[in-house]
């Protein structure tokens, strides 16, 4: 034990001219696991710090001492790689290898790390006298990056506090007591927090925040935006988890998503059926008629019996949940994390197989007809992450009495066998006009009116009293036993969100382009937020672009070999761009210039204001921040981050405060190569980096690390192995999914953010050295809109062309070539612009810059309305539509404009 007021077993860990004013003993929650740590107040930040408890005393006159780490064995066994099933069910069969794993976790934020096969599961190591028996992990949270923070229930407790960063990184804390959290929480509103959603320019210059009125208000906007037709479905859903409670970081508060669809053994699923969906006005219980009525006869049993003495558990239809620790890790054992925590819940082995999640349809029938202990929800992996459905760690769950081999998820038929396909149908599901129509309904059910009360009863909605907010006080129990029973409790029976609403949820306003014979021009507004990009709002099937205007570059260009565009962005509706060696800084409309023999950048004026007044105008200069000179910069959208690469391979990671740069990491991978091009998305804490041999490396922007290298494979293999090596030209993340667009040499390709290739060109679309593309960008279209458009390339001949992604073929599909030639010579910049992405700004070697928008329907004339209304309602597309007047085929083919290649 050291004393405190010392802080020598802590000093270490904190950033120069930071000093703790006062700390406070915490948990940091992970999953389930829970971890005994410090928060630690400072002037500019607050610093979580694991292994460390404050005794015997108050404030910084107490004692801290060291917790030793704890240490879990599990005993797994792993597949070979390779390994192939022969089951009937799945395509999968029995694999004849029986290796046991013993597996040791040091710590509970340790990963797990394979200690080698064990014949015997009684086979144990000695532990080392030099062994590490202390865990200290410390995370600093800035104000300077803190995003957001929420009050959070801990065991049913409103003692907990989550905080996310920049990044969307999130940081479960509970506190003691409530008055401890309360605490903290005024005292982080009351500092400046210039990047948060409580800053002082959104909240019109208060510097007095109000968290009850400000989450209110919040909310209500979020509600309304979700009415008015300008949120998803699937985002209102996660903002709703989030004011009520819910979270990621605890298992036992997971985010809870609907069921929706019912049909999961048709050959093919029609969104467009009412009969494909469940029925959202009702709980997994009331699924039903049958299965309602006994679960109504239980409820009606449970209160004949019922004399309201103290003590004794009120009625109630379920005596499970829809959401609970068990469940979620019942759906994502097969991925890290959670298959470790799935471990720990069953005693250090994988649960027997028959109780294992190996198929959808299976789980679904349970969950809605078969199983009256089962009215179990999901999790929001099912409409964005495929990874879970499949058994890539390889582990060895066993076989069913039935005799099938658990190893990937079964899926519907409809799904083809293809992990991603049924994500995507599922996501499109959800997004779909029945859903929106009927979605409230179900809100009402788990975060609404419906949740508690007549209304609950009325709804076959109640579950175990200990379920619900406000139900338990473990404060006031004394008795040990007691409350470790009522914690229990908690935990395997899950906890019922928060309730929003005491009235019902508003319905979603659903507005369709076609009224009767004509286009609705009315509905427009309201469908152009969730309309893909470069698509026609009200004909999302057509993508057509027009210039409206061009411009010439003639900022930054000083000292440039040539009159190359190296950047764009749209103020006001007028076009500013830069030169090649530029880069634009958005928020401040100024922009670096690098490339030059001081090894560093400069910071310039790239638009007139009141504040400076003359462009190009010199405001920092900075030396000396590559040992040699800069080949490409790139800042993040917010202007807070700055990446460079180097002629000497190297790529270095800076922070920006709108007057100096300061050095976070520097990056070494690319092996000689210079590094050639760069993107950022702090969104997904991701920076991509390309170099002159081709190479393609991805990289944590959080952790500074590396993740890994993406490799382009063309018909002939590796694109390394061809003999001859081609540049990486563009690197381009799509900050709505993070997938990654890369272009080497004049090869387009398409990754998630885990690195698996999506697709990549059709061979029939290869380039000539006349036309091969000189950049790529990708858009922020969803992976579950089809239709969008998710890549554009221009090319050195001047066109631009639009790209679409193929899901079951794998291929990028070309859209659209944009007919007006403004540009003659090869492109060197693009940029998407537009809240709904609809705009594209691009630049040539010439200087030249012209902005592309999206065709809108009220610019057509009657005919060419009258052939798009013709497509939405047969479903065809303009080349599938056959015409006996001649004049329409020559006005359909001007309004597609040219596709074919040169």
């Known amino acids: 034990n050291v004393l405190a007021s010392s802080y020598d077993l802590i000093t270490g860990l904190l950033y120069a001219g930071d000093w703790p004013e006062k700390s406070y003993n915490v948990k940091r929650c992970t999953g389930l696991e829970v971890r005994q740590a410090l928060l630690l107040w400072c002037r500019d930040a607050i610093y979580?710090?694991?292994?460390?408890?404050?005794?015997?005393?108050?404030?910084?006159?107490?004692?801290?001492?060291?917790?030793?780490?704890?240490?879990?064995?599990?005993?797994?066994?792993?597949?070979?790689?390779?390994?192939?099933?022969?089951?009937p069910d799945c395509n999968e069969g029995k694999s004849d290898w029986e290796g046991e794993v013993?597996?040791?976790?040091?710590?509970?934020?340790?990963?797990?790390?394979?200690?080698?096969?064990?014949?015997?599961?009684?086979?144990?190591?000695?532990?080392?006298?030099?062994?590490?028996?202390?865990?200290?992990?410390?995370?600093?949270?800035?104000?300077?990056?803190?995003?957001?923070?929420?009050?959070?229930?801990?065991?049913?407790?409103?003692?907990?506090?989550?905080?996310?960063?920049?990044?969307?990184?999130?940081?479960?804390?509970?506190?003691?007591?409530?008055?401890?959290?309360?605490?903290?929480?005024?005292?982080?509103?009351?500092?400046?927090?210039?990047?948060s959603i409580f800053s002082s320019s959104i909240l019109g210059g208060s510097t007095s925040i109000n968290y009850k009125k400000f989450m209110s208000s919040l909310r209500a906007k979020i509600t309304n935006q979700w009415v008015q037709g300008r949120m998803t479905n699937f985002d209102f859903i996660m903002h709703l988890n989030s004011f009520a409670g819910r979270t990621y970081n605890d298992l036992t508060q997971y985010p809870v998503f609907p069921w929706i669809i019912a049909d999961y053994d048709s050959e093919e699923v029609d969104l467009e059926d009412p009969n494909t969906y469940r029925d959202l006005s009702k709980p997994m219980g009331a699924q039903g008629e049958s299965r309602a009525e006994q679960f109504r006869e239980r409820y009606e049993a449970l209160e004949d019996n019922y004399l309201n003495e103290e003590g004794e558990a009120p009625p109630f239809h379920y005596g499970t949940h829809y959401s609970c620790a068990a469940y979620v890790l019942y759906y994502l054992m097969r991925l890290e994390p959670f298959s470790r925590l799935a471990l720990s819940l069953q005693g250090g082995r994988f649960d027997v197989a028959d109780r294992l999640f190996h198929n959808v349809g299976a789980s679904w029938r349970s969950a809605s007809t078969e199983n009256l202990q089962d009215v179990r929800e999901l999790i929001p992996e099912f409409f964005y992450l495929p990874e879970f459905l499949e058994n890539r760690n390889m582990f060895d769950f066993g076989v069913t009495q039935m005799g099938k081999t658990v190893h990937h998820v079964t899926l519907p038929a409809?799904?083809?066998?293809?992990?991603?396909?049924?994500?995507?149908?599922?996501?499109?599901?959800?997004?779909?006009?029945?859903?929106?129509?009927?979605?409230?309904?179900?809100?009402?059910?788990?975060?609404?009116?419906?949740?508690?009360?007549?209304?609950a009863i009325a709804s076959l909605n109640t579950f175990v009293h200990v379920t619900y907010e406000g139900q338990v006080d473990l404060e006031n129990i004394k008795d040990a036993i007691q409350r470790d029973s009522i914690i229990a409790q908690i935990q395997n029976f899950g906890q019922t969100p928060s309730r929003l609403e005491r009235k019902p949820f508003p319905p979603r306003n659903v507005a369709t382009a076609i009224k009767e014979k004509s286009i609705d021009f009315g509905a427009l507004n309201s469908l152009s937020a969730l309309t893909p990009p470069f698509c026609i709002v009200g004909a999302p099937h057509r993508v057509y672009l027009r210039v409206t205007?061009?411009?010439?570059?003639?900022?930054?260009?000083?000292?440039?070999?040539?009159?190359?565009?190296?950047?764009?962005?749209?103020?006001?509706?007028?076009?500013?761009?830069?030169?090649?060696?530029?880069?634009?800084?958005?928020?401040?409309?100024?922009?670096?210039?690098?490339?030059?023999?001081?090894?560093?950048?400069?910071?310039?004026?790239?638009?007139?204001?009141?504040?400076?007044?003359?462009?190009?105008?010199?405001?920092?200069?900075?030396?000396?921040?590559?040992?040699?000179?800069?080949?490409?910069?790139?800042?993040?959208?917010?202007?807070?981050?700055?990446?460079t690469g180097c002629m000497d391979s190297t790529v270095r990671v800076w922070k920006y405060d709108g007057h100096n740069v300061k050095l976070q990491a520097t990056l070494c991978g690319h092996e000689g190569g210079h590094v050639t091009c760069i993107d950022v998305s702090t969104t997904?804490?991701?920076?991509v980096t390309g170099d002159a041999d081709g190479n393609v490396l991805v990289w944590d922007l959080r952790t500074l690390t590396f993740l890994r290298q993406l490799r382009p494979v063309d018909s002939g293999g590796d694109s390394s192995g061809s003999g001859t090596v081609e540049p990486a030209i563009s690197v381009s993340i799509n900050h709505k999914n993070g997938n990654i667009l890369i272009l080497v040499g004049s090869k387009v390709s398409l990754f998630d953010i885990n690195g698996s290739m999506l697709a990549?060109?059709?061979?029939?679309?290869?380039?000539?050295?006349?036309?091969?593309?000189?950049?790529?960008?990708?858009?922020?279209?969803?992976?579950?809109?089809?239709?969008?458009?998710?890549?554009?390339?221009?090319?050195?001949?001047?066109?631009?062309?639009?790209?679409?992604?193929?899901?079951?073929?794998?291929?990028?599909?070309?859209?659209?070539?944009?007919?007006?030639?403004?540009?003659?010579?090869?492109?060197?910049?693009?940029?998407?612009?537009?809240?709904?992405?609809?705009?594209?700004?691009?630049?040539?070697?010439?200087?030249?810059?012209s902005v592309c928008k999206t065709l809108q329907l009220e610019a057509l004339n009657q005919?060419?309305?009258?052939?798009?209304?013709?497509?939405?309602?047969?479903?065809?597309?303009?080349?599938?539509?056959?015409?006996?007047?001649?004049?329409?085929?020559?006005?359909?083919?001007?309004?597609?404009g040219a596709t074919q290649k040169d």
Not at 161 to 187: M, P, Q, W
Not at 423 to 440: D, G, P, T
Not at 553 to 559: D, P, S
Request: charged residues 25%.
């Open 684 to 687: 997904f804490g991701t920076i």
């Open 414 to 455: 409809w799904a083809k066998g293809d992990p991603r396909r049924f994500i995507l149908v599922n996501r499109q599901a959800l997004e779909s006009n029945f859903v929106s129509k009927n979605l409230h309904k179900w809100c009402d059910l788990i975060f609404g009116f419906k949740q508690r009360g007549r209304e």
């Open 48 to 87: 979580i710090i694991d292994g460390f408890e404050q005794t015997d005393g108050e404030g910084l006159e107490g004692k801290i001492n060291r917790l030793e780490k704890s240490t879990s064995t599990y005993y797994i066994n792993l597949r070979p790689q390779g390994f192939v099933s022969v089951d």
């Open 102 to 195: 013993r597996v040791q976790q040091q710590g509970a934020d340790d990963k797990d790390t394979l200690a080698g096969k064990s014949k015997s599961k009684d086979t144990t190591a000695e532990a080392s006298s030099d062994e590490i028996t202390y865990h200290h992990r410390s995370q600093r949270i800035a104000f300077n990056d803190l995003y957001s923070v929420y009050r959070r229930r801990y065991q049913l407790q409103q003692i907990a506090l989550e905080f996310y960063d920049v990044h969307r990184n999130g940081t479960l804390i509970a506190f003691s007591n409530n008055s401890e959290r309360e605490e903290v929480l005024s005292k982080i509103l009351s500092s400046p927090l210039p990047n």
């Open 549 to 643: 205007m061009w411009d010439t570059c003639r900022v930054g260009m000083a000292g440039q070999a040539d009159s190359s565009v190296g950047d764009m962005c749209l103020v006001k509706g007028q076009i500013v761009g830069v030169g090649k060696t530029c880069a634009l800084i958005l928020p401040s409309k100024k922009y670096y210039r690098f490339g030059s023999p001081n090894n560093g950048v400069s910071v310039h004026v790239a638009m007139a204001s009141a504040r400076y007044r003359e462009v190009n105008r010199v405001l920092s200069i900075h030396d000396g921040m590559h040992r040699a000179p800069i080949t490409v910069a790139k800042p993040s959208l917010n202007g807070l981050w700055l990446v």
């Open 863 to 896: 005919q060419e309305i009258s052939v798009i209304v013709q497509e939405m309602r047969t479903g065809k597309s303009i080349g599938e539509l056959k015409y006996d007047d001649p004049k329409m085929t020559d006005l359909v083919r001007n309004f597609t």
């Open 760 to 849: 990549t060109q059709d061979s029939e679309d290869e380039f000539e050295s006349h036309n091969r593309p000189s950049c790529a960008i990708a858009t922020d279209c969803p992976e579950w809109m089809e239709q969008g458009v998710v890549a554009v390339t221009g090319h050195v001949n001047g066109d631009v062309r639009l790209w679409s992604l193929d899901y079951e073929e794998k291929l990028l599909t070309m859209r659209h070539l944009i007919p007006d030639k403004v540009h003659s010579c090869p492109i060197t910049a693009m940029r998407v612009s537009g809240d709904r992405q609809d705009t594209l700004l691009v630049g040539d070697k010439s200087g030249k810059m």
